[in-house]
């Protein structure tokens, strides 16, 4: 099992209309290698299904330290100063952003045989965000962890990774952080958009979770999860 990063960005761009292909080309050519050559991940390139103009990519570091470096080294570089213009002609907003972790010792992406250049069947994955209160993030996981995620994966789904909120400051300011919320975060894989149809229709028909929530995480968890759905691009390692 090959671990990932032990921080993740999770990103969500909102583009100029018709711009997404734009984007997704120059960014599969020229901003994969050159990044991770600064010893960063970038685990991930998607077209959300639910927003032709939102393109959505994880990007991973081994620490806080390696992250405010690499950063700095890429944002001051020769491939960004080279395409920079090209890449921002296409975005309206880049800001939408939550730093993440690990929610546990298996809620890193297991990234093991994984190559880019390998075709390979693409699957329909989610990103499913649950806004938490910061003081109910240890139960909210325990709950995360004991409870619904048997039950989803009883239903037929892959989770592929857990992340929380990581409240370090933020130490490359240029770039914004969605710092003020606190989230868990889990990510999961499909077969194509019919399958992840029929998987939410069997863990309807199983779980209530208002009959299994701890009282005390009911006011957080019936706030309604946000739901990515996301069609990983040519290149994207996760798929």
Known sequence: MQRCCSIIELRQYTLHQGMRDTLIELFDREFVESQESLGMRIIGQFRDLDDPDRFVWLRGFDSMATRGKALAAFYGGPVWQTHRDAANATMIDSDNVL????????????????????????????????????????????????????????????????????????????????????????????????????YLTRLRRTTDWREVAPFALLPQFMRKAEVLRLMPSARSLLR
């Open 99 to 198: 730093l993440l972790r690990p929610g546990g010792a298996d809620g890193d992406f297991d990234l093991a045989g994984r190559d880019r250049e390998r075709s390979a069947k693409s699957h329909l994955i989610t990103a499913n965000i649950q806004y938490i209160a910061s003081d109910a993030g240890p139960d909210f996981i325990e709950f995360f962890e004991a409870e619904m995620r048997p039950r989803m994966e009883a239903a037929g789904t892959q989770i592929l990774a857990t992340l929380v909120t990581d409240s370090s400051p933020n130490n490359f300011p240029a770039l914004p952080l969605r710092d003020r919320e606190h989230v868990l975060v889990w990510f999961e894989r499909h077969d194509g958009e019919t399958g992840y149809l029929d």
